[in-house]
């Protein structure tokens, strides 16, 4: 990886980078070296430490949406990749198709679409690291274009999760990938 050879020949500092998504994913930074303090709420940080840095893969403690769990630790499935290549929320299939279907009373035919007036209606979806939980509101995870809304949890083959955009321009996020210390922190963003 680029980052970790630049690290290496000391042309950065820290193992140390921040990424920040604006509301809407379209501007956003990222720090190398450290974090953009101006960006983040110190006091919200939830720390996980990373499974694998070549993938940013985590595990959960649960994941819920609503009274719905997605996952608990000991499940396989609750893992979590962080992608800020990826604009949706993906999980294993039949759960997220499950969910999609029976609480948001989305049609894949119709591209995953949604109600635009029950929007605040829909649940939160909780991820729990360690002792400590991240709430996303469905604001977040369901995208309005023009007059049509849509859910952006998508079903993925993969039997685990993965977090985008959608996710990330609520949370700034700290990737730290020094050696013995290793771990995403995620803060609100400011």
């Known amino acids: 990886p680029v980052f970790l050879h630049a690290v290496g020949e000391g042309k950065i500092a820290k193992s140390i980078f921040g990424i920040y998504i604006q509301g809407g994913g379209n501007k956003g930074e990222i720090t190398f070296g450290g974090v953009n303090k101006a960006h983040l ?11 694998s840095k070549t993938t940013m893969l985590i595990k959960m403690k649960k994941l819920t949406l609503g009274e719905t769990e997605m996952c ?13 290549a990826c604009t949706s929320i993906m999980g294993p299939k039949e759960k997220v198709e499950e969910f999609n279907k029976e609480t948001l009373d989305t049609d894949k035919e119709r591209k995953w679409k949604v109600d635009c007036d029950k929007i605040q209606d829909f649940p939160d979806l909780v991820m729990t690291l360690g002792e400590k939980t991240l709430t996303l509101e469905s604001s977040y995870y369901i995208r309005v274009v023009g007059d049509t809304c849509y859910s952006t949890i998508r079903p993925k083959n993969k ?3 993965q977090i985008g955009d959608v996710f990330l321009a ?7 990938l020094k050696t013995d210390e290793e771990e995403i922190t995620f803060y609100e963003a400011k």
């Open 41 to 51: 709420k110190e006091e919200t940080a939830v720390s996980a430490k990373l499974i």
């Open 72 to 84: 608990k630790e000991e499940d396989e499935e609750c893992k979590l990749l962080v992608d800020t």
């Open 170 to 176: 609520k949370f700034y996020t700290e990737y730290n």
């Open 159 to 161: 039997e685990r999760w």
